[in-house]
């Protein structure tokens, strides 16, 4: 049984009628979505890369040869849903994409003004096919194949990164750099990383009060970015910098990290002025987007579906009052409404793991993630509810990647 026959199983066993959405819940959500717009372009473009998919074999990091499935998330075909589970502690997963890990973060203080947001991860452990907490690292980017995952140490910008075998939870091999980094991101096929360079950690925050209502800017120090080779930990450093001539330019956030783009053959990341996104040679050089990701909005985590024909878009709520555009990749101009609040990841070209609501729902943060397939009203959950409101303490993010 393929996926579409299981998600088309699974739908017909959802309830055919629920109560209507509260008044103004699409208004609501939709001025959110502006309203992060500005915090969020720090951790966009990272997290943009671990949701990208791709039909490729994904090499060995050691070897020529291609990468052998975790025995515990080889069928691609399946879907692994555990609707009560919030944060999951089992596997969730759906068609080609898999929740590969996710991570709650919290602000430490070192005085009444002077912050840091720290990240603790809970990893798939593919031998058992359930996330086990780590505290040890501070940033976790996983490689296609959910078989190694880049690391970076704890007191960033660090200056070595660590390839972790993920069914052993032991480093393989430590890649030393002369630029300090604080941000990772593997290219599509797996064969490559991103490396985001700073000069002072990224996730630093100033809070002007106790209450936590009002914050200062820190300035981003973000110096460049490496492109190294995942096999042999070869590659060069180039240096971007982040300032703007432009009197309308937005400031650069501290976390300003970079990506590949879909294609892998150039360099993205989230800018300061309007498209709000740009995209870099390895050497540092901006260049033009390419063809199918020149409408892509950099708060769009899910980006091209795998055959290249659609593009996830934003906020819609027109037919229904959570819902998201599928647009055209090449006009930018919407193909057709989906079922979702925010598309997080393809499953396969005709469905999508996105965040959601329920029904009347008027909380716009109690989302879970759920299965969209265009054409469909059904959703299939596939977590549990979070709790909190955006940034609020111990609300779990995900991070996806291709198994």
């Given amino acids: 049984m393929n996926v579409e026959e299981l998600v088309r199983a699974a739908l017909r066993e959802q309830a055919d009628e629920q109560p209507p959405p509260g008044a103004g819940l699409a208004d609501r959500v939709l001025t959110v979505r502006r309203r992060r717009r500005n915090r969020r372009i720090a951790s966009v473009a990272g997290a943009a890369a671990a949701v990208i998919t791709v039909a490729v074999g994904v090499p060995r990091l050691t070897s020529g040869g291609h990468d052998v499935r975790p025995s515990g998330v080889v069928d691609s075909h399946t ?3 555990h609707p009560k589970q919030s944060p999951p502690t089992e596997l969730v997963a759906a068609g080609r994409t898999a929740l590969a890990a996710y991570y709650t973060s919290k602000s430490v203080f070192s005085n009444a003004h002077d912050g840091v947001s720290t990240r603790t991860y ?8 359930r996330y086990e907490k780590t505290t040890r690292w501070s940033w976790v980017a996983v490689a296609p194949g959910l078989h190694t995952a880049a690391v970076l140490e704890q007191h960033l910008p660090v200056r070595r990164i660590g390839l972790l075998d993920l069914a052993s939870g032991k480093i393989k091999r430590w890649i030393p750099v002369d630029h300090p980094v604080g941000g990772l991101a593997f290219s599509p096929d797996g064969t490559k990383i991103v490396a985001t360079t700073y000069g002072d950690n ?4 100033y809070q002007e009060d106790k209450s936590g209502n009002a914050f200062r800017e820190v300035p981003c120090s973000r110096t460049g970015f490496y492109v190294l080779d995942a096999a042999s930990g070869k590659g060069s450093w180039a240096a971007v910098d982040t300032t703007s001539d432009d009197p309308d330019a937005e400031p650069v956030n501290t976390r300003q990290d970079f990506a590949f783009s879909q294609s892998g053959g150039s360099i993205m990341t989230a800018t300061s002025t309007a498209p709000w996104i740009g995209f870099y040679d390895v050497h540092g050089r901006p260049v033009e987007a390419p063809a ?8 769009v985590l899910a980006g091209l579906s795998p055959d290249g024909t659609k593009l996830a878009g934003d906020f819609a709520g027109k037919k229904w009052h959570t819902s998201s555009w599928l647009l055209d990749p090449v006009t930018g101009k919407p193909k057709t409404e989906i079922h979702g ?3 997080l990841a ?4 005709k469905s999508l793991i996105a965040w959601d609501l329920t029904k009347g729902e008027k909380n716009e943060f109690h989302q879970r993630l759920v299965l969209v397939t265009i054409g469909s009203d059904k959703e299939v ?3 549990g509810f979070r709790k909190g409101n955006d940034g609020a303490a111990g609300r779990w993010q995900p ?3 291709d198994r």
């Fill in 122 to 129: 809970w990893l798939l452990d593919p031998k058992s096919g």
């Fill in 399 to 401: 991070i996806f990647a």
């Fill in 79 to 81: 879907v692994s849903a």
């Fill in 202 to 205: 990224p996730d630093r925050f």
């Fill in 341 to 343: 609040q925010q598309l």
């Fill in 292 to 299: 199918s990701e020149a409408h892509r909005s950099w708060y």
């Fill in 346 to 349: 393809w499953a396969s070209d």
């Fill in 381 to 383: 959950p596939l977590s």
